[in-house]
């Protein structure tokens, strides 16, 4: 971006995979073994896992199985994913963009549950947020909204007046279904039509002025 955005916010909503930290090399490694598994191509199959709970990618790409062996695989996998934090890193910025947000709204609002959002949160050195929305807190995956309703209603903040922080196609989808705007971070991002666009967390500046949050983008 060559020119700077400027959003205002009374509180700000975080996923964690790709926006806050860099999990891609462990999630290539459990989904292509997955794949292989289940006979599918890993290629096509990482098109679609990436922002989604592991159940409802499984639902997607294996259609005609029941749910409840979705579930139970997931949990499977979400043991493994928990156990396996080699190559998690912080996004670039990610360390500096949480410090700024101390003492203002935020809340995380992630796919993973709350024991893999601990392990990953932890390997890339990264502060847990006090108010965070996880796996077992909603019935729904995104790109469905739910998860970032949660986490509004939880800061007591309407939809309308929080951003979201987002990098894959159903996070976006689904911070734009609950009704608020979203920053997009990474490439990937762009593909799915944010608000705003960055390349990662180093180009967003935070200001707490007045009750708002002032967020200056690029």
């Not at 499977?76 to 996004?91: C, K, N, Y």
């Not at 077992?136 to 007046?161: H, M, R």
């Not at 279904?177 to 666009?197: I, N, Y």
Request: charged share 25%; with cysteine; proline share 6%.
């Amino acid at each position: 971006m060559t020119a700077t955005t400027v959003l205002t916010a009374r509180a700000l909503l975080l996923d964690m995979d790709g926006t806050l930290v860099d999990s891609h090399a462990v999630v290539e490694r459990i989904w292509r073994r997955w794949s292989e598994r289940h006979g599918l191509n890993a290629d096509e199959v990482m098109k679609v896992v990436h922002g989604r709970q592991g159940y409802a990618s499984m639902a997607l790409l294996l259609p005609g199985r029941p749910m409840e062996q979705n579930h139970a695989e997931n949990a499977r996998m979400l043991a493994e994913e928990t156990a396996d934090v080699e190559g998690v890193v912080p996004i670039p910025g990610a360390p500096e963009f949480l410090a700024s947000l101390r003492g203002l709204p935020h809340a995380l609002v992630t796919s993973a549950d709350v024991a893999l959002s601990t392990a990953r949160m932890g390997a890339a050195g990264l502060e847990l947020p006090d108010v965070r929305i996880t796996a077992e807190s909603v019935g729904a995956s995104k790109p469905d909204p739910e998860g970032f309703l949660k986490g509004a209603a939880e800061l007591g903040i309407a939809p309308a007046d929080c951003v979201v922080f987002e990098d894959s196609g159903a996070g976006i989808e689904a911070g734009r279904a609950a009704g608020m705007r979203v920053v997009g971070v990474g490439p990937q991002a762009a593909f799915h039509r944010p608000d705003v666009l960055v390349r990662d967390l180093r180009e967003v500046r935070v200001e707490g002025v007045g009750g708002e949050i002032r967020l200056r983008v690029g």
